[in-house]
């Protein structure tokens, strides 16, 4: 099983920053990762798939990279409706597997 | 507009069952590999089975493997899980999930939409 580490656990920005979100894996994954949004009480939303492409109507403030082992997802300038928490999932392999998350707050 | 409706969540006891069903609208179910997804209180989330490809293979998590099923029911556009000897680690609220991509263009095997969920509790 391939285990993707989140990293930092929480992010503390301000709105018109910047964010950095890390995602690690165990193994090479190529390019088959996805990031997702989550806030509270609510179900997870694709943002980035295939680690670079948006999802549909997402803002091009979020900005997916990397490949093999190393991933970014990067807000570039936070809005007030981003702070949330971020997962990423790879699909390169079975069992399809989720990081542990990353909440990005005020 | 795509909607994925579950439900059968509720409180069962340790060594119980329960079935999940989610019902999906606005596309064609047929065309899309589908997962369930959980996520226990507080935590993040863990992926629980799913079908993949045109041929529907299914695939489970190993921590609920031999105990949950997942099925399809086509005409129906309905998805189901059925879980038996729950635990308390089964505590989580259930997502049902379609694949980005459809069978004539590409299975990615991540997922959008999501259904809001329906929750599961293991307790006596």
């Known amino acids: 099983e391939i285990v993707l580490t989140q990293s930092p656990a929480t992010l503390s920005l301000s709105p018109g920053e910047r964010a950095t979100l890390s995602c690690r894996a165990s193994q090479s994954v190529g390019r088959y990762l996805a990031w997702y949004q989550q806030k509270p009480g609510q179900a997870p939303r694709l943002l980035i798939y295939?680690?670079?492409n948006r999802a549909t109507d997402i803002p091009v403030r979020f900005t997916g990279g990397g490949s093999g082992t190393d991933f970014t997802l990067t807000i570039s300038s936070l809005q007030p409706e981003d702070f949330a928490v971020y997962h990423c999932?790879?699909?390169?392999?079975?069992?399809?597997?989720f990081g542990g998350g990353t909440k990005v707050e005020i | 507009e795509v909607q994925l409706l579950e439900s059968g969540g509720g409180l069962v006891q340790p060594g119980g069952s329960l079935r999940l069903s989610c019902v999906v609208s606005?596309?064609?179910?047929?065309?899309?590999?589908m997962s369930w997804v959980r996520q226990a209180p507080g935590k993040g989330l863990e992926w629980v089975s799913g079908f993949s490809g045109s041929n529907s293979k299914t695939y489970y998590a190993d921590s609920v493997k031999g105990r949950f099923t997942i099925s399809r029911d086509n005409p129906g556009n309905t998805l189901f899980l059925q879980m038996n000897s729950l635990t308390a680690a089964d505590t989580a609220v259930y997502y049902c999930?379609?694949?980005?991509?459809?069978?004539?263009?590409?299975?990615?095997?991540?997922?959008?939409?999501w259904g809001q969920g329906t929750l599961v509790i293991v307790s006596s």
């Open positions: 606005g596309f064609t179910f047929s065309k899309y590999a």
């Open positions: 999932q790879q699909y390169g392999n079975w069992p399809l597997t």
């Open positions: 999930a379609r694949d980005v991509g459809d069978y004539k263009t590409r299975t990615y095997n991540c997922f959008d939409p």
């Open positions: 295939d680690a670079i």
